[in-house]
């Protein structure tokens, strides 16, 4: 079965930082671009950051230098390190997988960040 399924979310505190963790199952890690999104209350969900399966990286402007992407093959794991949090990282975040050859689109269920001031 495929699935995706985030954790580290958190409240913490302005200035704080968080490991988010997303774990693959059913083989499609090693095959699949990899993305991280959030969704604050009211907005629509954006892009934050991305890994390709040969470990390029890609930000979001808002997020550059204080995030980054890594990802884990041995685990099937990615990751999402936050650093420098601002009360606008506030959101729900969601890891995506997407392998345009074999055809698949897969969302994670998220995990709740909260960066108080």
């Known amino acids: 079965q495929v699935q995706l399924v985030e954790s580290g979310g958190n409240l913490v505190q302005a200035g704080g930082s968080l490991r988010l963790a997303c774990v693959a199952s059913g083989n499609i890690f090693s095959h699949s671009f990899m993305k991280w999104y959030r969704q604050a209350p009211g907005k629509q969900r954006e892009l934050v950051a991305t890994?390709?399966?040969?470990?390029?990286?890609g930000y979001a402007d808002s997020v550059k230098g204080r995030f980054t992407i890594s990802r884990d093959y041995a685990k099937n794991t990615m990751y999402l390190q936050m650093n420098s949090l601002k009360s606008e990282d506030t959101g729900v975040y969601y890891c995506?997988?997407?392998?345009?050859?074999?055809?698949?689109?897969?969302w994670g269920q998220g995990t709740q960040v909260t960066v108080s001031l």
């Open positions: 995506n997988a997407v392998s345009v050859t074999l055809g698949y689109d897969v």
């Open positions: 890994i390709t399966r040969g470990g390029s990286t």
